[in-house]
């Protein structure tokens, strides 16, 4: 905010120096004073708007970093999981995994992306997640091994009645997974055009 209140200043006082000078200009009647000013307020101004570039080509840079960070977690196992694979009967226990993943360090990261287009579409994709989690682990529970299901240990019988709750629950929990997959890719796809001046490379995957 200061930056930008500088920035005013340095060009209201070009305007101040016009005026002060005679407006309409005329060259010949300018005396030295309006003239040291102007001079005066417009290296100020451009001075800074350079110093300005160096900073968005660090914000850029930072940003492009903590998107590799994210891009571990929803690794292309993690993004298949979400985009091709539906829930059913069982499902493998680290499958999501990623998302879990995200979500603590989401929990703990120190800093925000200074885009606030990607910051928007980040903190919408882990709310997504959060929720998502949280029904599917409402809903299966590990068997023991690698798998987790949503039928009773047991003998696995359920009523009709709760078989389709399940089926409800299951149907709403790959809505939201093909949710998740479009947000992601959504966030992709902002970021090559955010983050297109960064100086980082950015781990992309097909």
């Not at 939201?176 to 100086?199: P, R």
Request: aromatic share 12%; charged share 25%; proline share 2%.
């Amino acid at each position: 905010m200061s930056r930008t209140l500088i920035k005013v200043g340095a060009v209201l006082a070009l305007l101040g120096s016009v005026l002060w000078g005679q407006f309409p200009i005329d060259l010949n009647d300018i005396g030295p004073g309006p003239l040291i000013m102007f001079i005066a307020s417009f290296i100020t101004w451009i001075s800074l708007e350079l110093s300005e570039v160096p900073l968005s080509n660090k914000n850029s840079n930072e940003d492009a970093i903590k998107l590799n960070a994210i891009l571990k977690f929803i690794d292309k196992n993690t993004y298949y999981n979400i985009s091709k694979c539906y829930l059913e009967t069982t499902i493998g226990i680290y499958d999501y995994k990623g998302l879990e993943e995200l979500l603590d360090y989401r929990n703990t990261e120190l800093n925000k992306f200074h885009d606030k287009i990607l910051e928007k579409y980040y903190s919408d994709f882990c709310a997504k997640a959060k929720i998502f989690l949280a029904g599917v682990w409402t809903l299966y529970t590990s068997d023991g091994g690698n798998t987790a299901t949503w039928r009773p240990i047991g003998n696995g019988y359920v009523s009709d009645a709760r078989y389709q709750e399940v089926r409800n629950e299951i149907s709403r929990l790959n809505d939201l997974a093909d949710k998740l997959a479009t947000d992601f890719a959504e966030l992709i796809k902002k970021s090559q055009i955010q983050l297109k001046d960064s100086n980082v490379a950015i781990n992309y995957y097909e």
